[in-house]
């Protein structure tokens, strides 16, 4: 005998997606669970359905589509008269729109076996309140019937047995009735998934609201084109939306998260699962996509990302920082501890007490700032915020009252020119200015010279923005100098060009670091003996 599922090809082998198919498939789906014999009609009381069960209890299958109101070869009343099929318990409930239950009937198969029926047939309608058609229940009662006379005594027992059961199944209709009411208006009315069906090719069969509301497609604008609308061109290139319905026809499902576009254009990240829809022979018929607006936590998780690796890159500037100010502040501390020394040894002369208290003071003003402007810098998320109108003027004095005393022990002679105001990280600067004072001090012989200039100009370089104004600061000496072969080398960390001399080899690489914190360039360039020049150019 043949399946239920082989009774209904037009339900669900040709399914094509509307809301008459859709009820259809998913009633069959339901109804072939169950062990009691049901069958489904329309509101004409053609037999649309019915469950291998039924068809068992008929002896027979009709015919899907042509036959009336049940599936039985003959029907008579409860005293064995004919029945006529118009006045079946089916036909009742069609025609006066309200179940029926309780009228025993008996049915008899092709074969000649008679048996005792139960039926229960409900009316079904639609949203609007109008009949779309019924179903209905066989409850085989032959048995019970048979030996009804030898249970007698047990008969308000079997009856409230009977009762039950009947109930039961009120309630399992009443049950599969809502369950499919509800799931229906589940899948139209919610909002927050786009739900559709697909066919084999990837066209689209049906639409809900969440659908409408995520992509901006109307239902009568979106169905029968292929979803592969919603990707972008380079999606469609490479051929994405056609590699996961064949993912999910070979697999069973897809799940792909990316940029999808609107029917406005505007781009959404999508959360989606595309599930293969299958027969009772295990054939790929289509599929089911729920796509999920996602772009907010898409936004949300790219931000935080950004900003794991901005505060990654600010905790490696920070430790280079760090590094950096403690270099920095060698030169005031060394100034401190030097004129602290002269003042213990001069404590008889009043005039050098108080300058050598004043040079201290001076000095450790100096640290202060320092280690203030460190803390600044290590509150500060934006480095953009570190920039302010800054003396250059200004920070070239202070560089060189913090040198003052190498300056003196050198006898050496400075060229000042007058510097301008310019948007800057001051501390940087004054680290940029005291390294080239410092390294042109110490890579001379005698008597030396260091000859600072301040040009503007327009500079055209790969690097440099040619819509900004530039100044270029030339910091020239007359030191030992060194091989031009070996420029690029000193501004590398811990590289020295001339290992005789003491020193960590981070003077340079400090000053490449903080023109390039500033948008700008630092050239050198020098001869053997014949001094070196160290060409910086910032924005004005």
């Known amino acids: ?127 609007e309140g109008e009949l779309s058609g019924a179903v209905n229940m ?75 509301r995520i992509k901006g497609y109307t239902e009568a604008e979106i169905i029968g084109k292929n979803f592969s609308v919603f990707y972008r061109e380079e999606d469609k290139e490479s051929k994405l939306p056609f590699q996961l319905i064949h993912e999910a026809a070979e697999l069973g499902r897809a799940m792909h998260e990316g940029w999808r576009k609107r029917k406005d254009g505007t781009l959404f990240w999508g959360s989606v699962v595309i599930t293969a829809l299958h027969d009772d022979k295990n ?21 935080l990302r950004d900003y794991a690796r901005d505060i990654e890159l600010r905790n490696k500037e920070l430790e280079e920082y760090a590094f950096i100010a403690s270099h920095d502040l060698q030169e005031p501390l060394r100034k401190i501890q030097t004129f602290a020394n002269l003042l213990e040894k001069n404590m008889h002369d009043k005039e050098l007490i108080i300058k050598h208290i004043e040079k201290i003071n001076s000095s450790a003003k100096r640290m202060s700032m320092l280690i203030k402007d460190v803390l600044s810098y290590s509150q500060l998320l934006d480095p953009s915020e570190l ?28 060229i000042l020119p007058d510097l301008p105001v310019i948007k800057a990280i001051p501390i940087q600067i004054h680290q940029l200015f005291c390294n080239l004072v410092s390294n042109s001090l110490k890579f001379t012989y005698a008597d030396p010279v260091i000859e600072i200039t301040c040009t503007t100009a327009e500079y055209k370089h790969p690097d440099l923005d040619p819509d900004k104004n530039y100044i270029k600061l030339s910091f020239k000496d007359n030191g030992i100098g060194f091989d031009q072969a070996f420029a690029d080398k000193a501004f590398k960390l811990f590289q020295k060009l001339h290992s005789n001399i003491s020193g960590t080899g981070i003077g340079l ?29 910032l924005p004005a």
């Open 1 to 127: 005998m043949k399946t239920l599922a082989t009774a209904l090809p037009s339900t669900y082998q040709n399914f094509d997606g509307n809301d008459a198919s859709l009820q259809e498939y998913q009633t069959w789906d339901i109804i072939q669970t169950l062990p009691a014999a049901i069958y489904t009609c329309n509101a004409k009381g053609v037999i649309t359905s019915y469950n291998q069960a039924a068809a068992d209890l008929w002896g027979r299958e009709p015919v899907i589509g042509k036959e009336l109101w049940c599936g039985s070869w003959k029907i008579y009343h409860e005293d064995g008269s004919p029945m006529d099929l118009d006045s079946c318990p089916m036909a009742v409930t069609l025609k006066e729109k309200r179940a029926v239950c309780g009228e025993e009937i008996i049915i008899e198969r092709p074969d000649g076996l008679r048996l005792n029926i139960l039926p229960f047939p409900s009316p079904v309608f639609n949203a």
């Open 138 to 212: 066989l409850v085989d009662i032959t048995e019970r019937k048979a030996s009804e006379r030898r249970r007698i005594e047990n008969e308000e027992k079997y009856e409230s047995l009977s009762n039950d059961f009947e109930t039961r199944v009120k309630e399992k209709l009443t049950d599969f009735r809502e369950d499919y009411d509800r799931y229906s208006k589940m899948i139209e009315e919610v909002q927050d998934y786009a739900i559709l069906m697909l066919d084999l090719d990837g066209n689209i069969l049906n639409w809900n609201k969440g659908a409408e």
């Open 283 to 303: 054939q790929t018929i289509g599929f089911s996509k729920v796509t999920r607006d996602l772009t907010e936590r898409k936004i949300a998780e790219d931000h």
């Open 387 to 414: 920039f302010v109108d800054t003396d250059l003027g200004e920070v070239l004095g202070d560089v060189l009252e913090d040198l003052e005393l190498l300056i003196e022990e050198k006898q050496a002679r400075i």
């Open 509 to 537: 690489a400090i000053c490449k670091k903080v023109v390039e914190n500033h948008q700008g360039l630092i050239v050198a360039s020098s001869q053997p003996d014949h001094g070196a020049t160290f060409d910086i150019i």
